[in-house]
């Protein structure tokens, strides 16, 4: 699957399945902040030069995803729905979409 790309990532059908929010790798972040600048949604906050995604304002819409310069951000399943065949498939934690 490919890199997200703005604002159309997936096909409707995807997000009935599951809903994808962003979550950030600590390990790769190195602090630039574009991150939280580009969020409609004020869903990223800094944190000792690391971002940290709020998924409870998370709406998946990928402009993070896409504005990060080393690829720290992955999609991972919304926690709170807890259904779907993804979720069923893979569990709660997450997986990496991408390159
Ligand atoms: S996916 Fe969108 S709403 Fe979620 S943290 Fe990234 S920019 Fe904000
Ligand atoms: S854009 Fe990437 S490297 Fe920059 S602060 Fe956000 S997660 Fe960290």
Redesign the pocket.
């Known amino acids: 699957m490919g890199k997200y790309i703005g604002l159309k990532p997936f096909p409707p059908t995807f997000y009935e399945k599951f809903a994808p929010?962003?979550k950030v790798i600590e390990e790769k972040c190195i602090g630039c902040e574009r991150?939280p600048k580009?969020?409609?949604?004020d869903?990223?906050k800094m944190n000792n030069k690391i971002a940290v995604?709020n998924q409870d304002?998370?709406?998946?819409?990928?402009?993070?995803?896409e504005a990060c310069p080393v690829d720290a951000?992955i999609w991972v399943p919304d926690e709170s729905t807890q259904t779907g065949p993804f979720i069923q498939r893979y569990g709660v934690g997450g997986i990496e979409f991408g390159d």
């Open positions: 929010i962003a991150c580009i969020c409609y949604f869903a990223i995604v304002n998370c709406t998946g819409c990928g402009l993070c995803f951000i």
